[in-house]
């Protein structure tokens, strides 16, 4: 494949970042690739790795003469260092981010960025429980939706560029509407994060169950349900401060349903129980 962006610069080297990396250099996309991560350790994990062409120490320096940045810090980061890069942009290039919720990180970069560089907000709908720079790995993209909520007016060569690229690192693309992004996720991903991370609380205070029980004993159930448990406490974190509603409302809604369940229950109304989870099973068979 040939070049798409002359120099990338990827800021925060963590998994997406780390992984974009390694897809875009093994499918020769990127002339050069430049990084930044605020910690000293990151940027010398990276560096040893060689996970970037060049590793820098100043965020400024990584997107000087850049045509491609790429915002990868968690979600509550994003408006901070979109401020401190804003003065350094070339007039032309286009700035990304990848954040896991679009209107709050719309709303916190979208005022910093200078007339004459396009802001593309997108999101790859494509992840592991594991972070840092060394959790990256080529395919993470291939066959997963990439979704950009461009702004009202946007450059349309820019964002067809940028379309390319997700492409070539072999992901579906996809355009939406921020709100409407923030819902969708919040029933397909927040929302299952919480109760995840709920799950495995509820098993640490169950203190009949020991933690060596819940270890050795975790049944598929466990195991499958929670393995996004263990996934970063700062991304997550930031995730439900920044998607408060939309969270709020599905958490609202499966709370609904799960007194319906408990309701059956105890009622011992097993036709209701059967009816359900044959609707759901018929769902879920739906999706690949
Ligand atoms: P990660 O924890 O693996 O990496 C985050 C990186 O950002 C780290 O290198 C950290 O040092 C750096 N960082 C943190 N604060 C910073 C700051 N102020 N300035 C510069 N660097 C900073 O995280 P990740 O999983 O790669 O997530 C990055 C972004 O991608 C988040 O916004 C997240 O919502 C989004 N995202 C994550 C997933 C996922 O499943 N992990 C999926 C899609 C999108």
């Not at 350790?41 to 045509?67: F, M, P, S, W």
């Not at 009202?152 to 964002?159: F, I, K, N």
């Not at 969270?247 to 799960?258: A, K, M, N, S, Y």
Request: charged share 20%; aromatic share 6%; with cysteine.
């Amino acid at each position: 494949m040939s070049v798409i962006y002359d120099r990338v610069a990827l800021i925060g080297l963590g998994l997406i970042a780390g992984s974009m990396a390694h897809a875009m250099r093994q499918n020769g996309l990127a002339g050069e690739i430049v990084g930044y991560a605020r910690s000293a350790e990151t940027r010398q994990t990276a560096r040893d790795i060689g996970l970037c062409d060049v590793v820098y120490d100043d965020v400024t320096d990584a997107v000087k003469d850049t045509d491609l940045v790429v915002l990868a810090v968690p979600v509550g980061a994003m408006g901070q260092v979109a401020a401190e890069i804003a003065p350094f942009l070339k007039p032309g290039a286009t700035v990304t981010d990848v954040g896991s919720v679009k209107q709050s990180v719309i709303e916190a970069v979208a005022p910093h960025i200078p007339d004459g560089v396009h802001f593309i907000p997108g999101h790859p709908l494509a992840g592991t429980e594991h972070s840092g720079p060394t959790s990256g790995f080529a395919t993470l993209f291939r066959n997963r939706w990439w979704l950009l909520t461009p702004l009202p007016g946007s450059d349309e060569l820019a964002v067809q560029r940028l379309t390319d690229l997700i492409l070539a690192m072999g992901a579906k693309t996809d355009r939406m509407e921020p709100a409407h992004h923030d819902l969708v996720l919040a029933v397909t991903s927040h929302a299952p994060h919480l109760i995840a991370y709920t799950m495995v609380g509820v098993a640490d205070h169950l203190r009949r169950v020991t933690d060596e029980e819940v270890i050795q004993y975790s049944a598929a159930g466990f195991r499958d349900f929670t393995r996004i448990a263990a996934s970063d406490p700062t991304m997550w974190r930031d995730v439900f401060l920044h998607n408060k509603e939309a969270t709020l409302d599905i958490l609202g809604r499966f709370t609904e349903e799960l007194f319906m369940l408990q309701r059956a229950i105890r009622m011992g109304d097993g036709q209701q129980l059967h009816d359900y989870f044959t609707r759901t099973r018929a769902i879920r068979r739906g999706i690949i």
